[in-house]
Structure formats: C-alpha cells, structure tokens
T-cell receptor
Framework: QKEVEQNSGPLSVPEGAIASLNCTYSDRGSQSFFWYRQYSGKSPELIMSIYSNGDKEDGRFTAQLNKASQYVSLLIRDSQPSDSATYLCAYPKAAGNKLTFGGGTRVLVKP | ETGVTQTPRHLVMGMTNKKSLKCEQHLGHNAMYWYKQSAKKPLELMFVYSLEERVENNSVPSRFSPECPNSSHLFLHLHTLQPEDSALYLC???????????FGPGTRLTVT
C-alpha cells in the first residue's frame, strides 16, 4: 500500500460547482495533513493545513480529516477556472517536517 | 514571489559536468529541503537540513551532494549525473518541525 494515495484524475468540474478531492494514508500516527496546489510548470503552494479531526474552512476551501478512517479530503466551493491545477496531499513521517506527498489529483474547472 | 529563490531556473548539463544549484530563503526559517519531481511520480524528498544540520538523506545517490552553509542558503552540488536524473529540483523552507513548507520556483534540470 502506498503511504499516501490520491486519484490522479483529471477531475472535471463545471464552473461554480464543488470539487471534492480525497486522500488516504497508511500511517495511523499521523497528526497533521497539508494540501498543496501546483499549477502546471510551477512549484507547489501550501493552501491548507489541518491538525485535528473534523473540518477546517478557509475561504472557498474546506479540509476534512477523519483519522479513524485514515482519509483527508479537500472541498473547493464555487470552483473557478483559476482553480485548475494539481492538488497534492502530504503528511509528515515521524517527527515534524519530513513530508510524504501523494501523487496529486489534477482538477480541471470548465467555464 | 521572492520568499524562496532558486538559481538557475533551467540547466542543461552533460553526464561528465559538475554544476551546483542554489537556493536562498528570506522567510526567517530554520529548516530547508531539496525535493525531486519527475514526470508521473510523486514529489520525492531528497535532503533535509534543520538548524544547518543534515537530518535526512533519503537514499540519494552520492552524485548529489548537499551543502547548507547557513540557515538561509542551500546548495545541491551535482556531478556525473545520469539521464534519469533529469527532473524538476525544488527547494523548500519551513520552521523546524513544521509541515508548512514554502517552495522555490524550482530548477528544471536536463542531463544529456
């Protein structure tokens, strides 16, 4: 089993709809999770951090963490064409800062 | 974006060349990282420096040699690379023990 699994997509979403991305992980001890956005030809950019079970909202983004089921999700509300990118899920192995990344989900928002 | 800078942005080198990649962060962070991103593969952590001490060497071949002279600068020295080393090399920084990392724009490396 991969340490972090994401559906590679592409996830095609109409403009204005909700995009729902999922990430499953194998390390039950993980305490924190991160979502990064990567536009084509650019470097990853941190968009969300979540440290506890439940939901965390930031603007149009909501991260949801379910430690019992070992998945973390990202919802993008009112999707815009500018949201078209690859979204990477990551969590730290062992202590703190050594991140393991999933392969990413490519999202396409169509006008 | 000027928080984390990388030079050069593009590099083409032969297998017998020696070159270096440079990274500089202006965010006051005390941890720095090198990642490799190849087509159709997840982002791979190569090296981690925390407080200028190397704390991770993720089974990276010795033809890649990192150097961290201070908390703001990170280098990746390259020698006798192979064509399969062609990839995007990303530098990142963070506060120590934080997963909230900030990436530079990357160096697109092509080994011929």
């Amino acid at each position: 089993q991969k340490e972090v699994e994401q559906n590679s997509g592409p996830l095609s979403v109409p403009e204005g709809a909700i995009a729902s991305l999922n990430c499953t992980y194998s390390d039950r001890g993980s305490q924190s999770f991160f979502w990064y956005r990567q536009y084509s030809g650019k470097s990853p950019e941190l968009i969300m951090s979540i440290y506890s079970n439940g939901d965390k909202e930031d603007g149009r983004f909501t991260a949801q963490l379910n430690k019992a089921s070992q998945y973390v999700s990202l919802l993008i509300r009112d999707s815009q064409p500018s949201d078209s990118a690859t979204y990477l899920c990551a969590y730290p192995k062992a202590a703190g800062n050594k991140l393991t990344f999933g392969g990413g989900t490519r999202v396409l928002v169509k006008p | 974006e000027t928080g984390v800078t990388q030079t050069p942005r593009h590099l083409v080198m032969g297998m017998t060349n020696k070159k270096s990649l440079k990274c500089e962060q202006h965010l006051g962070h005390n941890a720095m990282y090198w990642y490799k991103q190849s087509a159709k593969k997840p982002l791979e952590l190569m090296f981690v420096y925390s407080l200028e001490e190397r704390v991770e060497n993720n089974s990276v071949p010795s033809r890649f040699s990192p150097e961290c002279p201070n908390s703001s600068h990170l280098f990746l020295h390259l020698h006798t690379l192979q064509p399969e080393d062609s990839a995007l090399y990303l530098c990142a920084s963070s506060q120590i023990f934080s997963g909230e990392q900030y990436f530079g724009p990357g160096t697109r490396l092509t080994v011929t």
